[in-house]
């Protein structure tokens, strides 16, 4: 052989140094990924926890909602009731004071429990929302990972 063909047959050949650096590269990027992907699986737990917890949150307003509902058809039911129970006394004159006293009365009970559910209402409402604000914080702090 000359010593260009040796040359040029060298050249073909990769160092055992190159061989290390190329393999020390391969394992970085491999530890790299793995990485990723636990961080990625963690991104994934908080993301699931927080389905829940919105899912609880969604729960926890339609009990709300419903009991709202079933609360205020048992007050139409109940001043439907004393209504029915006004018609009923004689239309005396001794009478008629006492009956506006139970009409100012049967008018009033409601508006005050139904002011009291609507606040809760608003109250939960509100919670809600400052519930679902933090989620959406949370999303943004792990999408900024």
Do not use: C, G
């Amino acid at each position: 052989m000359s010593s260009s063909e040796f040359r040029e047959e060298d050249s073909n050949f990769v160092t055992v140094a190159e061989l290390n650096s190329v393999t020390m590269s391969v394992n970085s990027v491999r530890d790299e990924i793995k990485e990723m992907r636990s961080d990625l699986m963690k991104v994934l737990q908080v993301l699931q926890d927080q389905a829940k917890v919105a899912k609880k949150n969604d729960d926890i307003q339609n009990e709300t909602l419903e009991e709202a509902s079933r609360v205020a058809e048992m007050k139409r039911e109940t001043v439907s009731h004393k209504d029915k129970e006004k018609r009923k006394i004689p239309q005396v004159e001794s009478n008629v004071e006492a009956t506006q006293q139970n009409s100012e009365n049967v008018v009033n009970e409601p508006r005050t429990s139904e002011t009291s559910n609507a606040q809760d209402f608003m109250a939960m409402q509100e919670e809600n929302k400052k519930l679902k604000e933090e989620n959406k914080k949370l999303k943004e702090a792990i999408r900024a990972l």
